[in-house]
């Protein structure tokens, strides 16, 4: 635009002078153009730069936990994936391919090479190979707790690249800084979270964005880049179902919405296929995609996809209307027949499997509470209350709806995508907590639509008035445009006024969203859990190490094969840093298992001990935060011990530890809570 | 009613058969590989259900193997087509050459798969 102003001025300056000799004439013509030039390079210099910088950003702002403590691993379950990492890296990759444990869940042991998702292990293994060849002498702790920053900074990338394609290079540039600081993002990837979320993300984002960029395009090639990214997707996460399902009804809805074409196709017929095969090769995943009911929908929609197709051809091939309705007729009643028939018969006689307990239970939320006790009692399941909402998305929760209007303003293709995903995922998201995480790359991006729309109106609305001004005093036409364009200048001071108000209104609102996820990462959500502090009589602070002293006193003082019986919270640590063989561990796959357990920490001393010697037990660990004061320990999680217990047998019952229906620990408890193990 | 049905049958036969007629040889070629490949996947479905699907995992990689490749078929023709508008842009050979990729890949995993 202002590039034009010059043009004109330079065209003004050659006829206003016609005395003027050539070169000034060249000279306004060279400098027109290296103008223009240098604003297309400035713009990509200062492209280039705003995401360099938030690629730093996302990884330093994860980085509070290790400058405060140290270097470590949080938690629980990434003490497992630590562990396997390890191994992956000391013995190779057959070895950890087949891997039979027999450390954990002591009498049966666990086939680890088959029941997890390795992605998140091979990708940290393989950058611990990198650098070592670059002969960088890193730990593999050091790499383990550091690949998740890393990948939240890619996560920026591709989230820049989707807004790109979604909207345009701007809504790119303002989802990758959004992302970048978002709390609900962060809480599951700061240093030290090595968990499979962390990696899960970026695979999600790199799955939506390619399949997108395969359906805008129509080319095999981005198409088998999606089937790759759904791969890796696979190979990190369980919550690979979610793609799965979302894309299938994306192309419904388009199906149905009379958007479909011929790109639609390709797209989607590649990706499945090799998607699926490529799936297939997890053991973790196995034949899921052929037999368990919650990739159902995708095979039907490949079904629908062919019929629909043909019958679109063979339409195009004939020429006769009445010929071709009565072909339709037959064609989908047959079609339509044939499918639920197959379903039918596959459900019933059980072929295909149902929906498991942990996903039927995001459809029906009830469900987990009165079936399935150990879903219902882990903490990030429970559904949202809007204060974790607001907590972790500050000004995107409202500048969601807003994204929502400008998408609906100008449909597409990829519009109608992020916008399915979006509402999907907040759904998802009100039911788990734990879901926060999946919704907030749909979030960033439809806020960072309605954030970069909303400044682009209003800068253009600062530039127009420049612009009018310099034309009409430049062009001086007739009478007639001057008074009109006089008109309009004198509204234009309150626009003008308006627009500047509204963008400061903006950039402070964006500021407090800055301050509040830096507040937010500082102070919830950089703590390790092993690692406790508090204050102490004066106000000092005090570390408590008490987790990582006691794995380590049973590492040094217990024979190598005791075996260790804790609550399933424990298991992974113990086994990772104490080097023990446990019982029951965190991956809760033998539900019977663990309701011994349960029911040996609730029993009389007596049972408890018949209980423990069949299963060879040497050392109990139990959890007392009585003397700290810190609140969540055993008794803490021990009605949760009764009712998992209770759960398989009926010996054990709730009522039995409560008093008048209160949960009482001290000198008043229920007689069988003071004499239980 | 069934002669009616009959000559509709028939009649939509007819203009079917003329229509593709039409269709440009490169085309029916490929529509000739898509055939083949649906026809070697059905004879595959026929004789699991005689012989059991014991190996499940070498039935389901020798159905998808050839499923897959006729979809990506259809794709190279919907590309190829010269009566599409969408694709007007995409020379025939790089249509091909993604075609030949997708296989690649499918044929590797496929191997991997078949155990």
């Known amino acids: 635009m202002v590039g034009k102003t010059e043009s004109q001025n330079g065209a003004v300056k050659a006829t206003a ?12 013509n060279f400098s027109f153009k290296s103008f223009k030039l240098k604003t297309k390079q400035q713009e990509l210099l200062l492209r280039v730069s705003i995401l360099g910088l938030v690629y730093i950003l996302a990884f330093i702002t994860r980085l509070f936990s290790v400058l405060r403590y140290e270097s470590m691993i949080h938690e629980f379950d990434p003490y497992f994936n630590y562990r396997t990492t390890l191994f992956l890296t000391e013995k190779g990759f057959y070895e950890f391919w087949n891997w039979f444990d027999s450390e954990s869940w ?34 593999i702790r050091e790499v383990c707790v550091l690949t998740a920053p890393f990948f939240a900074s890619n996560t920026t990338v591709v989230a820049y690249f989707f807004g790109k394609e979604i909207w345009d290079s701007g809504a790119g540039l303002v989802a990758a800084a959004f992302i970048a600081i978002c709390p609900g993002y962060i809480s599951r990837s700061v240093a030290g979270s090595y968990d499979n979320e962390g990696v899960a993300i970026f695979a999600l984002l790199l799955t939506f964005y390619l399949f997108v960029k395969a359906v805008n395009t129509g080319s ?34 388009l199906l149905i919405t009379g958007r479909y074409s011929m790109r639609l196709y390709v797209a989607y017929n590649c990706m499945y296929v090799l998607g699926m095969l490529l799936a297939m090769q997890i053991r973790f995943v196995g034949f899921q995609h052929v037999q368990s009911g919650e990739h159902m929908a995708a095979m039907g929609v490949f079904f629908l996809m062919q019929v629909f197709y043909f019958l679109d051809w063979v339409k195009y091939m004939l020429s006769d209307t009445k010929l071709f309705q009565a072909f339709l007729r037959i064609t989908v009643t047959s079609a339509i027949a044939v499918g639920a028939l197959a379903l039918g018969v596959g459900t019933a006689s059980g072929y295909i499997s149902p929906w498991t307990g942990r996903f039927y239970s995001l459809l029906d939320p009830t469900y987990a509470k009165d079936n399935i006790p150990i879903i219902a009692s882990v903490s990030e399941h429970q559904p949202t209350a809007w204060s974790s909402f607001m907590f972790d998305f500050h000004i995107l929760l409202f500048l969601f709806p807003a994204g929502l209007y400008f998408c609906f303003k100008k449909l597409s293709d990829a519009t109608i995508f992020i916008v399915m995903y979006g509402l999907t995922s907040m759904y998802f998201a009100g039911v788990m907590v734990r879901l926060i995480l999946v919704a907030t790359p749909a979030v960033c991006l439809i806020s960072a639509i309605a954030v970069s729309a909303t400044i682009k109106n209003l800068t253009s609305l600062l530039r127009t008035k420049s612009k009018t001004a310099v034309a009409g005093s430049s062009k001086g036409t007739g009478g007639s445009k001057a008074s009109s364009k006089a008109s309009f200048d004198q509204s234009q001071p309150f626009q003008k006024n308006g627009a500047i108000a509204l963008l400061l209104g903006a950039f402070y609102l964006l500021s407090k969203y800055a301050t509040h996820c830096t507040w937010v990462t500082s102070e919830a959500y950089s703590s390790p859990s092993i690692v406790l502090a508090a204050r102490g009589a004066h106000g000092n602070r005090v570390i408590f190490d008490d987790y990582r002293e006691a794995y380590f006193w049973l590492r040094q003082n217990t024979p ?30 033998n539900n019977t298992h663990i309701a011994t357990v349960g029911r040996a920490m609730s029993s009389y001393e007596d049972e408890a001990y018949e209980i423990m010697r069949s299963l060879d037990v040497d050392y109990v660990l139990v959890v007392f935060g009585g003397v700290t004061g810190y609140s969540s320990d055993d008794i803490n999680k021990f009605l949760w011990m009764v009712r998992i217990g209770g759960g398989v047998f009926p010996v054990i019952k709730e009522p039995d530890y409560l008093v008048n229906g209160d949960y009482r620990v001290d000198k008043g408890a229920a007689p069988k809570m003071l004499n239980c193990l | 009613m069934a002669r009616s049905t009959g000559k509709d049958a028939q009649a939509l036969f007819h203009s079917l058969r003329s229509a593709y007629a039409a269709t440009p040889t490169t085309l029916k070629i490929i529509d000739l590989y898509v055939g083949f490949a649906v026809f070697t996947a059905l004879i595959q479905v026929v004789y699991m259900a005689i012989v059991g699907s014991f190996p499940f995992n070498s039935f389901l990689s020798g159905v998808l193997s050839c499923v897959g490749t006729a979809v990506l078929a259809v794709c190279l023709r919907i590309q190829v087509n010269k009566d599409n508008k969408e694709f007007k842009d995409l020379p025939p050979e790089r249509a091909f050459a993604d075609f030949v990729l997708c296989n690649l890949v499918l044929h590797l995993v496929i191997m991997n798969f078949l155990g």
């Open chain 1, 106 to 139: 002591y009498p049966l042991g666990r086939i680890i090479g088959g029941t997890l998702y390795p992605g998140l292990m091979v990708t940290a293994a393989f950058i611990y190979w990198t650098l070592r060849f670059l002969r960088f002498a890193v730990h």
């Open chain 1, 220 to 253: 095999l090639a981005w198409a088998l880049a999606s089937a790759f990214g759904y791969f890796y997707m696979v190979s990190a996460w369980g919550g690979y179902v979610f793609i799965i399902n979302l894309i299938p009804l994306y192309v419904l809805v």
């Open chain 1, 17 to 28: 002078a016609p005395a003027m000799n050539l070169e000034s004439d060249l000279f306004s």
């Open chain 1, 560 to 589: 190598p094969d005791a075996k260790v019986m804790s609550w399933w919270d424990y298991g992974y640590q113990i086994t990772a840093m104490g080097n023990r063989t446990v019982i029951v561990d965190n991956n809760t796959w």
